[in-house]
């Protein structure tokens, strides 16, 4: 079983949609959770950093994270065809020492539709 | 800034040549990543730095590959002998401690390998 799990889809909504992105996790230790957002033929871009459990909100953009369940959700309200795009959620235990491995899920593959 | 420049943006080989991949993060951040991506693995870290210092090489796949960080403007990464399998996209990123699960990725380095 892989540390990080994330439903490849690919994910069709319609424009206005709302959307929800979920990864779930093994390693109780894991303390930042983030989620990225990947266009096609691009580098990964930062879109949503949380510490620890509950929700941040920014935006359009609603990041949760469940520690008790191991289990992390992004939601897009009012999607937009601009969106569309690659979403991966990574995770790390990080503290004062030195590791600044992340653990990255596979990535959802989502298309809204105008 | 320009953000993390990466070279070449594509790069056809053929199988046994040698291939370089480049890397300029942004000035001022003190950590240095290469990542490869790949549709059935994800992103996967080969090897990161710290003030130009290799601290984790563990993800680096085999003695084919080496990298190095000459001084705190440039990184390179070296495949030699290249070979189909690692044909992928390869990323630099860079990251400021103490954020440094905040990555700034290049446009990536996509290899293909004949």
């Known amino acids: 079983q892989k540390e990080v799990e994330q439903d490849p889809g690919p994910l069709s909504v319609p424009e206005g949609a709302i959307v ?52 992390i959700s992004l939601f897009i309200r009012d999607s937009q065809p601009s969106d569309s795009a690659t979403y991966l959620c990574a995770m790390s235990d990080y503290n004062a020492g030195n590791n600044r491995k992340l653990i990255w899920g596979l990535g959802t593959s989502l298309a809204v539709n105008p | 800034d320009a953000g993390v420049i990466q070279s070449p943006r594509h790069e056809v080989t053929e199988m046994g040549q040698e291939v370089t991949l480049r890397c300029k993060p942004i000035s001022g951040h003190d950590y240095l990543f290469w990542y490869r991506q790949t549709m059935m693995r994800g992103l996967e870290l080969l090897i990161y730095f710290n003030n130009n210092v290799p601290i984790d090489d563990s993800g ?46 290049g446009a990536g380095s996509r290899l293909t390998v004949l």
């Open chain 1, 20 to 71: 929800s992105l979920n990864c779930t996790y093994s390693n109780s230790a894991f303390q930042y959770f983030m989620w990225y957002r990947q266009y096609s033929r691009k580098g990964p871009e930062l879109l949503m950093y949380t510490y620890s459990s509950g929700n941040k909100e920014d935006g359009r953009f609603t990041a949760q994270v469940d520690k008790s369940s191991k289990y």
């Open chain 2, 60 to 105: 680096m796949p085999e003695d084919r590959f080496s990298a190095k960080m000459p001084n705190a403007s440039f990184s390179t990464l070296k495949i030699q002998p290249s070979e189909p399998r690692d044909s992928a996209v390869y990323f630099c990123a860079s990251s400021l401690a103490p954020g440094a699960n905040v990555l700034t990725f």
